[in-house]
């Protein structure tokens, strides 16, 4: 008998555990990010997260970025996680906040553009 409780109770959270998160919004958008260390264009999806907004961008039916951007860093596929001011320093520039990427993304407007000629970063989010 006890052996079968914990036989369930071993199931229930093996199962629970395994569950997918739960996306609180999901959007389908054109992404354009264009720096001197990254260049992507193309249809995407912007999801939010308890936790984190994730941000996907594909082209010809495969994944070209799989950005996941929580409080304290961002992970991508092609890289390990950064805390956000490597992030920015690295792809961005070290004078943005740590919370540009976010708010950026983040944003509930339909047309969001961000565009600075001095350290050469362009960001256009069109969302469907």
């Known amino acids: 008998?006890?052996?079968?409780?914990i036989s369930i109770i071993f199931i229930t959270?093996?199962?629970s555990s395994c569950a997918s998160k739960q996306v609180i919004n999901s959007t389908s958008a054109t992404i354009l990010?264009?720096?001197?260390?990254?260049?992507?264009?193309?249809?995407?999806?912007i999801s939010k997260f308890d936790n984190y907004t994730q941000v996907q961008?594909?082209?010809a039916g495969g994944t070209l970025l799989d950005m996941k951007i929580y409080k304290d860093r961002v992970c991508t596929s092609t890289f390990e996680c950064e805390s956000l001011k490597e992030f920015n320093k690295k792809y961005l520039n070290s004078s943005y906040e740590d919370d540009f990427l976010e708010s950026i993304f983040n944003s509930n407007k339909k047309d969001v553009i961000f565009r600075d000629k001095k350290n050469q970063v362009?960001?256009?989010?069109?969302?469907?």
Do not use: V
Request: avoid cysteine; aromatic fraction near 16%; charge should be positive.
């Open 1 to 5: 008998m006890i052996k079968k409780i």
């Open 33 to 45: 990010i264009k720096t001197p260390n990254m260049k992507f264009y193309d249809k995407g999806f």
């Open 13 to 15: 959270f093996l199962l």
């Open 122 to 128: 362009l960001i256009k989010i069109k969302k469907d």
């Open 57 to 59: 961008i594909y082209s």
